[in-house]
C-alpha cells in the first residue's frame, strides 16, 4: 500500500515530441503528488507539483494529469528536447511520509 | 543551487574503513533526509531526522547511522564498509515535518575498492 509504481523504467521520445510518465499509487491518505528530475551527477529537483483536488497542471512544456478515482498520476513534457534527457522521479507525500517512484530514464533523441 | 550543502563530493577509500557524510540544510528548513542512489538505481530511503530527532527509519543497515546536531546539520557514519556501499549519497531538507517539497544536495559519491 506503500508503494508508488512507475513505468516505463526507460523512454526514448525523438526531438519535439511527447514524453509521457505514468504513475500509480494505493495510498488515498497521499495528498500531494510531486515529479523531481535529476540529470547526471546531479541531486533531483522539483520539477511540478499537484494536489488531489485538480485534476491537471501546467507549468510551460510540462503538465501533469492526475486521475483520482484510478489512483493515477504522470507527466506529460510537450515538445521534448535534448535537454529535458534526465531521470524523472514521481513521488506522493501524505502526513507520514513520502514515497518515490523507481525513476525513469528519458532520453531525447535529436 | 537547492540551498543544501553536502561534502565530500567524492570519497574514495577501501572496504573495512568508515567515512562520515556531511550535509547542511537550508536555512530553516528543520528536517533532514538521508537517502542512497547506487548505479542506475532509484532513491532508497535511508532515515530522517526532524529537528534534532529520529523521524522515519528506511531501509538503513545496522552498519550506518546517523545523527542531526543542534545547528541542524547532519550527518551520516557508514562503518565496516563493503563493495556494495559504493553509492551516492544524498542529503535533502525540508522546512516541515513531512513535506513532499524536498530541496536535494548534489551528493556524495563514495567509492569503496
Known amino acids: 500500500q506503500q508503494q508508488v509504481k512507475q513505468s516505463p523504467q526507460s523512454l526514448i521520445v525523438q526531438k519535439g515530441g511527447i514524453s509521457i510518465i505514468n504513475c500509480a499509487y494505493e495510498?488515498?491518505?497521499?495528498?500531494?503528488f510531486p515529479w523531481y528530475q535529476q540529470f547526471p551527477g546531479k541531486g533531483p529537483a522539483l520539477l511540478i507539483a499537484?494536489?488531489?483536488?485538480?485534476s491537471e497542471k501546467k507549468e510551460g512544456r510540462f503538465t501533469i494529469s492526475f486521475n483520482k478515482s484510478a489512483k493515477q498520476f504522470s507527466l506529460h513534457i510537450m515538445d521534448s528536447q535534448p535537454g529535458d534527457s534526465a531521470t524523472y522521479f514521481c513521488?506522493?507525500?501524505?502526513?507520514?511520509?513520502?514515497?518515490f517512484g523507481s525513476g525513469t530514464r528519458l532520453s531525447i533523441r535529436p | 543551487d537547492s540551498g543544501v550543502t553536502q561534502t565530500p563530493k567524492h570519497l574514495i577509500t577501501a572496504t573495512g574503513q568508515r567515512v562520515t557524510l556531511r550535509c547542511s540544510p537550508r536555512?530553516?528548513?528543520?528536517?533532514v533526509y538521508w537517502y542512497q542512489q547506487s548505479l542506475d538505481q532509484g532513491l532508497q530511503f535511508l532515515i530522517q531526522?526532524?529537528?534534532?530527532?529520529?523521524?522515519a527509519k528506511g531501509n538503513i543497515l545496522e552498519r550506518f547511522s546517523a545523527q542531526q546536531f543542534p545547528d541542524l546539520h547532519s550527518e551520516l557514519n557508514l562503518s565496516s564498509l563493503e563493495l556494495g556501499d559504493s553509492a551516492l549519497y544524498f542529503c535533502?531538507?525540508?522546512?516541515?515535518?513531512?513535506?513532499?517539497?524536498?530541496?536535494f544536495g548534489e551528493g556524495s559519491r563514495l567509492t569503496v575498492l
Open positions: 535533502a531538507s525540508s522546512r516541515l515535518a513531512v513535506d513532499g517539497e524536498l530541496f
Open positions: 495510498n488515498t491518505a497521499f495528498d500531494y
Open positions: 499537484i494536489r488531489p483536488d485538480v
Open positions: 513521488a506522493a507525500s501524505s502526513a507520514s511520509k513520502i514515497i
Open positions: 536555512s530553516g528548513d528543520l528536517s
Open positions: 531526522y526532524y529537528n534534532g530527532e529520529e523521524r
